[in-house]
């Protein structure tokens, strides 16, 4: 490969999603709220399996791992692809984007050889169930859990080592909306061969090991459940098997259409869109699909959030304090009736400017765009004031030159939406 100017990188630009403003607002205020469902679905699995003791088995140590992973995963991606939308320079720094990669890399290794543990825990359930508690032991659930963390932080770090040590050419335009091992390679000035070749061989490592032990398992699951003579007890073996189905599918589905088809100018935009599906809608799907085709999940639920007939609740220990005032009958006064919803007022509160926040730490010049700063303005105000202009446009404008946000009618930007 014939080498080009080399310059030095400070910070890479994403072409991101869309350039139209209607479907800008479309796209940020559908993913604002799939992220939101993505947090509260796998923090509420894992608050679930942790204060219920009947939880506390093998199949649901990893569940909760796996929710951890995706609650993980859409948060190192969502939170900076929020803020891009309405960003006039859709930029993250070098260091940005090493971590981001990084971060990203380990979360999705990790959840395919979680997904194969879980298939093997199945497989040992159904096929060998007088010797289940032996083989999967706390010792052997811990192996399980620690050993794919370990191995896809030995992949991840090898893939970033090698990509962010190449020197790159400009102009620093990644067609994405974050930072991916393909796009960055890229943009190198030297020959990617051996980056690519080590990519092969490493995924090809991960998704062929991880997929060998997912169909190993359930064609012994399946030979298994064949010779069940009962209707009703191959069903149940199938129920215990069918919402670990769907999450494979969906995420080795999506994954394959991504890095495996051929690279063309046209698959590129169809890549973010299904970039988009396996960063951010599958972390929220995944919560979703183990408790509505969970029935132990939605008992579980039930003993911790309904009340038995005879008025008692099944629950021995805290909740927060939202549930523990919805759960307690000597709670509904008009004081704890004022005080739960401002609870769930200082949640979007802290989810708001949080967020932001923290995606502006390696920003290399932080910024919003008028829309953003009407729509954070407007949000920011519901909070704190019935009067939402009046209560937050003074610190918007003293917090101006820190943000880099000029006072919008000096700059015409409510006329022609360009930021100065």
Request: aromatic share 12%; hydrophobic share 45%; charged share 10%.
């Amino acid at each position: 490969m014939e080498k080009k100017n080399q310059t030095v990188v400070a910070e890479f630009i994403f072409m991101g999603l869309t350039d139209n403003l209607h479907q800008k607002m479309v796209l940020f205020c559908t993913l604002f709220f799939v992220y939101l469902a993505t947090l509260g679905g796998n923090l509420g699995m894992i608050t679930l399996i942790w204060v219920d003791p009947r939880l506390h088995t093998p199949m649901y140590f990893f569940l909760s791992h796996l929710s951890f992973v995706d609650f993980c995963s859409s948060s190192s991606i969502a939170p900076k692809m929020l803020h891009d939308i309405f960003a006039e320079k859709q930029a993250i720094s070098f260091a940005g984007c090493a971590a981001q990669m990084w971060f990203f890399g380990l979360f999705v290794a990790t959840e395919c050889f979680l997904l194969a543990a879980m298939a093997y825990d199945r497989y040992t359930a159904i096929c060998k169930p007088l010797l289940y508690p032996l083989i999967m032991s706390q010792q052997v659930c811990v192996m399980l859990v620690v050993g794919p963390y370990a191995t896809a932080a030995i992949n991840i770090t090898t893939h970033t080592a090698s990509t962010f040590c190449l020197p790159f050419c400009g102009p620093h335009v990644i067609n994405h909306f974050f930072c991916d091992i393909s796009p960055l390679l890229s943009l190198a000035c030297v020959d990617t061969g051996i980056n690519k070749l080590v990519l092969f061989v490493f995924a090809g490592a991960i998704g062929v090991l991880s997929g060998l032990v997912i169909t190993t398992s359930y064609v012994c699951i399946l030979v298994t459940i064949s010779k069940i003579q009962t209707a009703s007890g191959r069903q149940k073996a199938f129920s215990t098997c069918s919402s670990h189905l769907s999450a494979v599918s969906i995420l080795y589905g999506s994954l394959f259409f991504t890095y495996v088809q051929p690279h063309s100018s046209s698959s590129l935009n169809i890549n973010k869109v299904i970039s988009v599906f396996y960063t951010v809608v599958i972390p929220m799907l995944n919560p979703l699909i183990y408790s509505l085709r969970n029935k132990e999940v939605q008992s579980a639920f039930r003993r911790k959030f309904y009340r038995n007939p005879d008025g008692k609740s099944d629950h021995d220990h805290s909740h927060p304090m939202i549930i523990l005032i919805h759960m307690d009958m000597r709670l509904h006064t008009p004081m704890y009736f004022f005080l739960s919803p401002l609870f769930s007022v200082d949640i979007c509160f802290s989810s708001l400017v949080g967020l932001k926040m923290l995606t502006d730490f390696f920003a290399e010049s932080p910024g919003m765009h008028p829309v953003a700063v009407g729509s954070s303005d407007y949000f920011c105000g519901h909070q704190v004031s019935p009067w939402p202009m009046t209560a937050t446009w003074p610190a918007v404008l003293s917090m101006s030159q820190r943000l880099c946000v000029q006072p919008l009618w000096k700059n015409n930007l409510f006329e022609n939406g360009v930021k100065h």
